[in-house]
């Protein structure tokens, strides 16, 4: 089991000023930021620059899904912008997840896959061909992942205990969907804690809006970070 949990804070804003304006304040509270699309369309590789600048860590969450060879080169260009982590659809299939997860190695990024988006319910899957239900699907796609050299997935709380038991102890587990406890679930429909996250097995927690929106997003991050090793 991961020792420790980690936090990522998702710097899900508008623009750069406002990512430097969260990094900034949120100081020595937080290494690990994930940068997404809706940051890197409009400002490529500047939002990447902007967070490593500061010396922290990019989980750069673009979810690459193409044919081997395509995401196997934005792979390489992902770890030249100075990214950490990045992530490609395990749907994408043995080939591309190898091309993917060969790639990472060579450059010591870390890539992760997607499994199934949260958003996707049995009738979603379904409609696009998939007669599995949601869990079997994640456990395929986290072992398919896994056999191809993938290091780990991301994945709901809900998820994490049956990956831990189908893919070990050293698969890394990144959850989004956490709240502290009495925080808004806002539009999260499943949640646990930090704490709970932690003792599931996380390797690393997602965390946006409980600590972008606080009071004190500094205090927040620490007061999370004070639950992950407690
Ligand atoms: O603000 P909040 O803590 O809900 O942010 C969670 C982050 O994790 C967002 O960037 C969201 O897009 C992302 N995410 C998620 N659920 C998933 C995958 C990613 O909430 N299944």
């Not at 922290?56 to 912008?81: E, G, W």
């Not at 992760?112 to 998939?130: C, F, H, K, P, Y």
């Not at 831990?164 to 539009?187: K, S």
């Amino acid at each position: 089991m991961a020792s420790r949990t980690e936090l990522i804070v998702a710097l899900d804003v508008a623009t750069l000023d406002e990512a430097a304006a969260v990094v900034h304040t949120l100081g020595d509270a937080v290494t690990w930021y994930k940068i997404g699309k809706q940051l890197f369309t409009r400002f490529g590789p500047a939002a990447v620059q902007t967070v490593k600048a500061a010396g922290k860590h990019v989980f750069l969450d673009l979810k690459f899904h193409d044919i081997p060879n395509t995401v196997a080169q934005a792979v390489r260009s992902a770890a030249s912008l100075g990214a950490d982590i990045t992530n490609v659809h395990a749907s994408g299939g043995r080939a591309m997840l190898k091309a993917a997860a060969d790639a990472a190695r060579e450059t010591g990024l870390i890539v992760l896959g997607v499994t199934v988006l949260t958003s996707m319910d049995a009738a979603e899957l379904r409609a696009v061909g998939i007669t599995a239900s949601p869990e079997e699907q994640v456990v395929r796609l986290a072992r398919l992942a896994q056999a191809a050299g993938v290091p780990g997935v991301v994945c709901s709380a809900l998820e994490i205990a049956a990956l831990r038991q189908a893919c070990g102890p050293d698969f890394l587990l990144v959850v989004p969907g956490i709240r502290p406890a009495g925080a808004a679930h806002d539009d999260q429909a499943r949640v646990m804690t930090p704490a709970e996250a932690a003792r599931a097995g996380a390797s690393y927690i997602v965390v946006g809006r409980p600590i972008l929106k606080a009071p004190s997003p500094a205090e927040a991050a620490r007061a999370i970070r004070r639950e992950l090793n407690g």
